[in-house]
């Protein structure tokens, strides 16, 4: 998570997941992320402390703005410039996808923007 809140800066406020959240109340744009974790692999073996591992997940980004502000008013082309097969902290994005209409929520209409990853860990 440390990686994302890095990269997106101050741009707009975050909503994690299983953390309370208020959109913001100017209806200024808004982050919401999520991560889908897939399975881990070895990648050596060895000692503690030697061996590697890989984990692959995928990074969904759901941006908000305000309905009717159009979807121009969502950076979902920011996201996917910032992550889109970047090294972020140690995680390794892979090609993103292009933008999806979301579902969005009440006020808010959303793009969905989506980024394989990887992450490798030494045990």
Do not use: C, H
């Not at 909503?15 to 982050?31: I, V, Y």
């Not at 881990?40 to 703005?65: D, E, R, W």
């Not at 121009?72 to 292009?98: M, Y």
């Amino acid at each position: 998570m440390v990686a994302i809140e890095t990269a997106w800066g101050s741009r707009s406020p975050i909503a994690w997941p299983a953390s309370e959240f208020t959109p913001p109340a100017d209806g200024g744009a808004w982050l919401a992320v999520d991560m889908l974790w897939g399975d881990a692999s070895p990648l050596t073996m060895g000692l503690t402390g030697t061996g590697k591992s890989q984990v692959a997940g995928l990074l969904q980004l759901t941006l908000y703005a305000p309905r009717g502000a159009g979807r121009g008013a969502i950076p979902w082309d920011v996201a996917r410039d910032i992550f889109n097969r970047a090294l972020v902290s140690g995680v390794q994005f892979g090609p993103a996808s292009g933008p999806m209409a979301g579902d969005g929520a009440g006020a808010w209409e959303s793009v969905i923007v989506r980024f394989p990853f990887i992450i490798e860990d030494t045990l």
